[in-house]
T-cell receptor
Framework: GENVEQHPSTLSVQEGDSAVIKCTYS??????FPWYKQELGKGPQLIID?????GEKKDQRIAVTLNKTAKHFSLHITETQPEDSAVYFC??????????FGAGTRLFVKA | NAGVTQTPKFRILKIGQSMTLQCAQD?????MYWYRQDPGMGLKLIYY???????DKGEVPNGYNVSRSTTEDFPLRLELAAPSQTSVYFC???????????????FGQGTRLTVV
């Protein structure tokens, strides 16, 4: 069946460094790719999303890139801060109601 | 502006007991979802609803039931709880931008359920 693979499962960076999380999806019909941040004890919250007709999107320190040919998309966080520490989930959606989530990446930003 | 509200936040059930997880949203979203999150795993869709009176199964529906009598509420029912249902449950809602165009899902804070 369709799946989304997310790597790495854990990422530790020094404050100020960049963090990159990568996802690969299997369903070529996927057209919407959101990224969610989940802080301890809370529900996931959208931080950025991209649609299949766009290759890159930026929002301040966060950027997402999409390579539809390779079925690959990535989250880039620059100038990381301790408050960026959380679990990050990628997801791929075909529209309709099918959204497949990756397993998550636990990001630690060391001060 | 409450968003998506889930109750309870925590619950311990004995094997074979039943319970209902409550979910309400005040954003007038048509679409609502129930997910479960197991340690080290992504979110798995249990059930979803596209509007009042309409529900459908997701990836892992066995052992659960839902109803959607109003736009705002989407309760999840567990019958005959089993240890395999120990998980964190999230309710979410969204409002698609158009046909086939998904948009952001808004999540509740979750219900941590333990079945012993």
């Amino acid at each position: 069946g369709e799946n989304v693979e997310q790597h790495p499962s854990t990422l530790s960076v020094q404050e100020g460094d960049s963090a990159v999380i990568k996802c690969t999806y299997s369903d070529s019909a996927s057209n919407y790719f959101p990224w969610y941040k989940q802080e301890l004890g809370k529900g996931p919250q959208l931080i950025i999303d991209i649609r299949s007709n766009v290759g890159e999107k930026k929002d301040q320190r966060i950027a997402v890139t999409l390579n539809k040919t390779a079925k690959h998309f990535s989250l880039h966080i620059t100038e990381t801060q301790p408050e960026d520490s959380a679990v990050y989930f990628c997801a791929a959606s075909t529209g309709g109601f099918k959204t497949i989530f990756g397993a998550g990446t636990r990001l630690f930003v060391k001060a | 502006n409450a968003g998506v509200t889930q109750t309870p936040k925590f619950r311990i059930l004995k094997i074979g007991q039943s319970m209902t997880l409550q979910c309400a949203q005040d954003m007038n979203h048509n679409y609502m979802y129930w997910y479960r999150q197991d340690p080290g795993m992504g979110l798995k869709l249990i059930y979803y609803s596209v509007g009042a009176g309409i529900t459908d199964k997701g990836e892992v529906p066995n052992g659960y039931n839902v109803s959607r009598s109003t736009t705002e509420d989407f309760p999840l029912r567990l019958e005959l709880a089993a240890p395999s249902q120990t998980s964190v449950y999230f309710c979410a809602s969204s409002s698609p931008a158009g046909w086939g165009l998904n948009t952001e899902a808004f999540f509740g804070q979750g219900t941590r359920l333990t079945v012993v």
